[in-house]
Nanobody
Framework: QERLVESGGGLVQPGGSLRLSCVTS????????VGWYRQAPGKERERVAL???????LYADSVKGRFTISRDDAKNTVYLQMNRLNVEDTGVFYC????????????WGQGAQVTVSS
């Protein structure tokens, strides 16, 4: 069964940095896409960053220039480096992997809490 395991969340002051990691149970190169979503308190889940297979990375406008998504195929890991964090970045961050089958079935991680507060 496909599994995604996230780590790296926590509490950080405004202006600080965090790096999230997500290890996939299957070879990361086998996915149609991998990426990160987040859900802020009282808001809908939104896509933050995505690496589609063979295509350029995609970022939400709110994180462009501050967040960087990357992946290490040898470690089956996707990262989200978050810099210049602000209180609006607070939320639960979910790693996702999109399968090639079934029209793009999405596998979700368990979520990692990120809290930006002074």
């Amino acid at each position: 069964q496909e599994r995604l395991v996230e780590s790296g969340g926590g509490l950080v002051q405004p202006g600080g940095s965090l790096r999230l990691s997500c290890v996939t149970s299957e070879y990361i190169g086998s996915y149609k896409a991998v990426g990160w979503y987040r859900q802020a308190p009282g808001k809908e889940r939104e896509r933050v960053a995505l690496i589609p297979s063979g295509r350029s990375t995609l970022y939400a406008d709110s994180v462009k220039g501050r967040f960087t998504i990357s992946r290490d195929d040898a470690k089956n890991t996707v990262y989200l480096q978050m810099n210049r964090l602000n209180v609006e970045d607070t939320g639960v961050f979910y790693c996702i992997a999109v399968l090639w089958i079934g029209g793009g079935v999405v596998i979700w991680g368990q979520g990692a809490q990120v809290t930006v507060s002074s």
